[in-house]
């Protein structure tokens, strides 16, 4: 699954619970609150001033 910043992040860790690491070490601590389950990967990254192709670099590797 090639991961996308239009993915929404409840959509993520219902596919790929273990890159939840990934977004809590990118600084993503509310990855489990009411807004981030329907917020974009974009939209997230763009709230806590995180860099969205690096961490989609970060998501997408095996």
Do not use: R
């Not at 977004?23 to 509310?30: F, N, P």
């Not at 917020?39 to 590797?61: F, M, P, R, W, Y």
């Amino acid at each position: 699954m090639k991961i996308e910043k239009d993915m929404i992040i409840g959509e993520l860790l219902e596919k790929a619970p273990e890159k939840a690491d990934i977004l809590t070490e990118a600084g993503m601590h509310c990855i489990t609150c009411f807004i981030a389950q329907g917020e974009t990967i974009e939209q997230a990254c763009e709230a806590h001033g995180i860099d969205v192709d690096e961490l989609l670099e970060k998501l997408n590797q095996d």
